[in-house]
């Protein structure tokens, strides 16, 4: 199989969903991670390095927009949504498609996360193949995850050394303690945000969720509930429409007071 991450940033890769991607990785699916840009202009050169050296050793094959998108604060970032879409479009249309996209979700607060969010939502809405695609969340909160994936403390620890490649982003802000901390909370629960309150808890102390969706007959259809086989990670989505939600407000949108 596979799987095309969507990266906004260097080290999205290895904050959003990376114990899932390393899970599918290690069952001999193919992980590719397709950057869409590389923060500032200012930044690129030493982010790209830090990149290539990241995904090497999270064993990911790496692909960069060239040149890349420009979507920090200040840029023009409808553009840069419409470049999304449109390199997001193409990767799907390629000569060897994916199976599997994994990604931001439109609702993470963080403006470049939410517009890759919106891209991809936009992408897999207008295109003829039903792929499924996992979301994950950094800065927002995933209401409605649907994929749980067991870690331990080796795996943390491989997940933390690869994003210590981005030397740059951890000396500002070390992500790897949320990486820490993350996979704790998110275990104690997980169990219950995704197989109903009172669902007995998980065995591992360590977790990370994602949120499936799949289009089918023109709607968005909420991915089942499970555990993460990774030899076997793809199944049929309930009959359970979330359109409504994956086309509403984000919370950014509610905050600037785009909505009145």
């Known amino acids: 199989m596979r799987v095309l991450h969507i990266s906004p940033h260097p080290d999205d890769e290895l904050m959003g969903a990376p114990a899932t991607l390393m899970a599918l990785r290690d069952a001999g699916h193919e992980v590719t991670n397709l950057a869409l840009a590389l923060g500032r202009e200012a930044d690129h050169e030493r982010r790209r390095a830090e990149l290539t050296e990241a995904c090497g050793r999270a064993g990911f094959a790496l692909r960069i927009v060239d040149p890349p998108i420009l979507m920090s604060a200040g840029d023009d970032l409808l553009a840069a949504e419409a470049a999304a879409r449109d390199h997001i479009a193409a990767a799907l249309s390629g000569p060897d498609p994916p199976d599997l996209i994994v990604g931001p979700g439109p609702h993470d607060v963080h403006h470049g996360h939410e517009m890759t969010g919106r891209a ?141």
């Open 120 to 260: 991809i939502r936009d992408v897999l809405a207008a295109s003829d193949d039903s792929v499924p695609w996992w979301m994950w969340a950094i800065w927002g909160d995933l209401p409605m995850p649907t994929v749980v994936t067991a870690l331990d403390d080796e795996r943390v620890s491989e997940i933390t050394e690869a994003l210590s490649a981005h030397a740059g982003e951890m000396e500002r802000a070390d992500h790897r303690v949320q990486i820490e901390a993350r996979t704790r909370v998110v275990a104690t629960l997980a169990a219950e945000k995704i197989f109903g309150f009172g669902a007995p808890a998980l065995t591992t102390d360590r977790a990370e969720v994602v949120t499936e969706v799949v289009r089918r007959d023109g709607h968005w259809l909420l991915g089942a509930p499970r555990a993460l086989d990774a030899l076997q990670p793809l199944a049929n989505p309930r009959p359970l429409r979330v359109d409504a939600w994956l086309n509403a407000p984000s919370p950014r949108d509610l905050a600037n007071g785009a909505i009145q």
